[in-house]
């Protein structure tokens, strides 16, 4: 396994401008996870993909906020005019799907894209 | 839904001794429990789990403890060594398109 890479590792930028994230997972998972960390917190859940399709959403993601994984490998997170409370790591995680008699696989996390908004 | 309680939020140990981290949890249906250690500037990486059918699991100087009348879990390392210093969470989650829900960290310092 090579891992869940992420890009960028660090983007600055300023208020109302739009960004966008990518991860690339670990190569035979087909779910993917986004998550959200501000400090002093463990991960908050966004959304998560099985293959391309997009199966659950977290109340956290507005409407700003659009994941796309359209090919089921990579995914794309944007943030459309981001605001200052945007500023957080976040997180992509992959792991595969439930095999027969395990409801749950372990989820494994790139190092994040760290968002700061000026 | 679930809600995961982590304690302590800081934790110092001499090198050698033993740290234990305990987390509680809400919902009874969930049966799978992860902990995660995150270093500086790093992603969460998973470092042992357990499922709702055992009741201890070890990995090295690593154990974890789960009591699901209580519905809380633990992780026990031994014999901790400076590289152990890091943020440790745990998370609980049920099965099927539920989110995992992580505690807000513990951060082990190892003193040498």
């Known amino acids: 396994d090579t891992g869940v890479s992420q890009d960028p590792r660090h983007k600055i930028t300023k208020r109302g401008q739009n960004v966008t994230f990518r991860c690339d997972p670990i190569s035979e998972h087909n779910r993917l996870y986004w998550y959200r960390q501000t400090l002093g917190q463990g991960p908050e859940f966004l959304t998560y993909?099985?293959?391309?399709?997009?199966?659950?959403k977290s109340r956290l993601l507005s409407d700003r906020f659009s994941a796309e994984r359209p090919k089921g490998s990579f995914s794309t997170l944007e943030i459309q005019r981001t605001e200052q409370g945007d500023s957080a790591m976040y997180l992509c995680?992959?792991?595969?799907?439930?095999?027969?008699?395990?409801?749950?696989?372990?989820?494994?996390f790139g190092d994040g894209t760290r968002l700061s908004i000026l | 839904g679930e809600n995961v309680e982590q304690h302590p939020s800081t934790l110092s140990v001499q090198e050698g001794d033993s740290a234990v981290i305990k987390c509680t949890y809400s919902d009874s249906a969930s049966n799978y429990f992860p902990w995660y250690k995150q270093e500086l500037g790093k992603g969460p990486q998973l470092i042992i789990d357990i499922r709702s059918n055992v009741g201890e699991k070890k990995d090295q100087r690593i154990a974890v403890t789960l009591n699901k009348t209580a519905k809380h879990f633990s992780l026990h390392i031994t014999e901790t060594q400076p590289e152990d210093s890091a943020v440790y969470f745990c998370a609980a989650k049920t099965s099927g398109n539920t989110p995992l829900v992580f505690g807000k960290g513990t951060r082990l310092s190892v003193i040498a």
């Open positions: 993909f099985q293959n391309e399709a997009q199966l659950e």
């Open positions: 995680a992959s792991s595969r799907f439930p095999g027969q008699g395990k409801s749950n696989q372990p989820q494994h």
